[in-house]
């Protein structure tokens, strides 16, 4: 009997409210409800994505699962432990053994530091191994993200745009992490530096075991790396499945009008798109029962006065719906991203045949 996978994190309950003054009315302060009561898990050796519009809570989730800033409630538990209730100075051990990639390559990296002293600051930090054997492990880094040693002595002003997010990666992975969440890790590179990038992410998910969290709007992205798919709205989550089911058979209103927005070459598909309508609601006041029911083209009076829970199965295809059983997804080809997903695959497939030849060339 195969044993189910461990769970790496649990996150229950989850909240981050930012305080931003006071009302109109006296006594009363106003709060940014940037997360509001998320709940999932992450396996272990798993790719989990999380997408959404912009606005929708994700980075502010990644910076609450790393204990960044603090949660206003909820648990984060990692390997069983909640990290949401340790103390500052009990963190840094956890701290190692987490890490992220930013978004922007250039502005997560200090200007004023070679490429050398930004890989060896975090094994300095945690004390790792000697000053040689910190040498050693910068080196080796740079070899596995695709860089030369050479560049140690170098700033990241004398890089491209993928050659930082290849530092920042090996910077993440100086003190050895088991878990590490990428903030929108490709969103500022160009199309073809993406798939070199994902494909490296990929092929050290599988050689150092990693385990991969990635915020992300690019749907091609979540459908070429991710194992399952949690879809967010407004501070809430709304959907959670495995990323084919998600991809094939989408059962949220909000994730559907997500996957009618990939643009796709056939017109008769677009024809059939299921575009939404109005503004996102302010996370300042959302609304009351279900918070996409404002925009949603099924709404009905529950929908209006009663939240929705996540059901029937959270851990399965949990989606956060009175009425996802009688709602049919628009029709359209295959499945969303096909198109720029295939691109990716194909790409991932010269970048492993050119690592096969590098590896056995020592041999010839």
Same mark, same amino acid.
């Not at 603090?70 to 009990?90: C, M």
């Not at 559907?256 to 796709?264: D, K």
């Given at each position: 009997?195969?044993?189910?996978?461990?769970?790496? %994190? /649990?996150?229950? =309950? &989850?909240?981050?409210?930012? #305080?931003?003054?006071?009302?109109?009315?006296?006594?009363? !302060?106003?709060?940014?409800?940037?997360?509001?009561?998320?709940?999932?898990?992450?396996?272990?050796?798993?790719?989990?994505?999380?997408?959404?519009?912009?606005?929708?809570?994700?980075?502010?989730?990644?910076?609450?699962?790393?204990?960044?800033?603090?949660?206003?409630?909820?648990?984060?538990?990692?390997?069983?432990?909640?990290?949401?209730?340790?103390?500052?100075?009990?963190?840094?051990?956890?701290?190692?053994?987490?890490?992220?990639?930013?978004?922007?390559?250039?502005?997560?990296?200090?200007?004023?530091?070679?490429?050398?002293?930004?890989?060896?600051?975090?094994?300095?930090?945690?004390?790792?191994?000697?000053?040689?054997?910190?040498?050693?492990?910068?080196?080796?880094? %740079? /070899?596995?993200? =695709? &860089?030369?040693?050479?560049? #140690?002595?170098?700033?990241?002003?004398?890089?491209?745009? !993928?050659?930082?997010?290849?530092?920042?990666?090996?910077?993440?992975?100086?003190?050895?992490?088991?878990?590490?969440?990428?903030?929108?890790?490709?969103?500022?590179?160009?199309?073809?530096?993406?798939?070199?990038?994902?494909?490296?992410?990929?092929?050290?998910?599988?050689?150092?075991?990693?385990?991969?969290?990635?915020?992300?709007?690019?749907?091609?992205?979540?459908?070429?790396?991710?194992?399952?798919?949690?879809?967010?709205?407004?501070?809430?989550?709304?959907?959670?499945?495995?990323?084919?089911?998600?991809?094939?058979?989408?059962?949220?209103?909000?994730?559907?009008?997500?996957?009618?927005?990939?643009?796709?070459?056939?017109?008769?598909?677009?024809?059939?798109?299921? %575009?939404?309508?109005?503004?996102?609601?302010?996370?300042?006041?959302?609304?009351?029962?279900?918070?996409?029911?404002?925009?949603?083209?099924?709404?009905?009076?529950?929908?209006?006065?009663?939240?929705?829970?996540?059901?029937?199965?959270?851990?399965?295809?949990?989606?956060?719906c009175h009425f996802w059983r009688e709602i049919e997804?628009?029709?359209?080809?295959?499945?969303?991203?096909?198109?720029?997903?295939?691109?990716?695959?194909?790409?991932?497939?010269?970048?492993?045949?050119?690592?096969?030849?590098?590896?056995?060339?020592?041999?010839?």
């Amino acid at each position: 009997m195969t044993m189910p996978p461990e769970n790496i %994190l /649990e996150i229950n =309950g &989850l909240t981050k409210h930012f #305080a931003t003054g006071k009302s109109l009315l006296p006594g009363i !302060g106003r709060s940014v409800k940037a997360v509001d009561g998320v709940s999932f898990t992450v396996r272990k050796g798993e790719t989990l994505a999380i997408v959404g519009e912009s606005g929708c809570g994700k980075s502010t989730l990644a910076r609450l699962i790393l204990r960044l800033i603090d949660p206003t409630g909820g648990t984060v538990r990692f390997h069983g432990q909640d990290i949401a209730s340790v103390r500052e100075r009990d963190m840094r051990p956890l701290r190692a053994r987490m890490q992220m990639i930013f978004q922007d390559p250039f502005a997560s990296l200090n200007p004023r530091m070679t490429v050398g002293e930004i890989l060896t600051e975090p094994m300095r930090v945690h004390k790792l191994g000697s000053r040689r054997e910190q040498r050693e492990r910068m080196a080796e880094l %740079l /070899e596995l993200v =695709g &860089l030369s040693a050479r560049h #140690a002595d170098r700033y990241p002003h004398e890089f491209s745009g !993928g050659q930082r997010q290849r530092i920042g990666i090996a910077r993440a992975l100086a003190a050895g992490p088991e878990l590490v969440i990428g903030d929108e890790p490709v969103s500022a590179l160009d199309v073809s530096v993406q798939a070199q990038v994902i494909n490296l992410l990929e092929d050290l998910k599988q050689r150092l075991g990693l385990t991969l969290v990635i915020i992300s709007h690019d749907l091609a992205v979540v459908r070429h790396m991710s194992d399952r798919v949690g879809v967010m709205y407004l501070g809430k989550m709304v959907e959670l499945a495995d990323t084919n089911a998600l991809f094939t058979a989408p059962r949220h209103p909000y994730t559907q009008a997500l996957m009618s927005a990939v643009p796709l070459p056939d017109p008769m598909a677009r024809a059939n798109r299921q %575009l939404l309508e109005g503004d996102v609601p302010s996370p300042l006041n959302p609304p009351s029962g279900c918070r996409f029911h404002t925009r949603c083209p099924h709404v009905r009076d529950r929908c209006r006065t009663e939240e929705p829970v996540m059901g029937p199965n959270a851990e399965d295809h949990g989606v956060a719906c009175h009425f996802w059983r009688e709602i049919e997804a628009p029709p359209r080809p295959d499945a969303a991203a096909r198109p720029i997903s295939a691109v990716y695959a194909r790409r991932r497939a010269l970048y492993m045949e050119r690592r096969a030849l590098q590896e056995e060339a020592p041999a010839l």
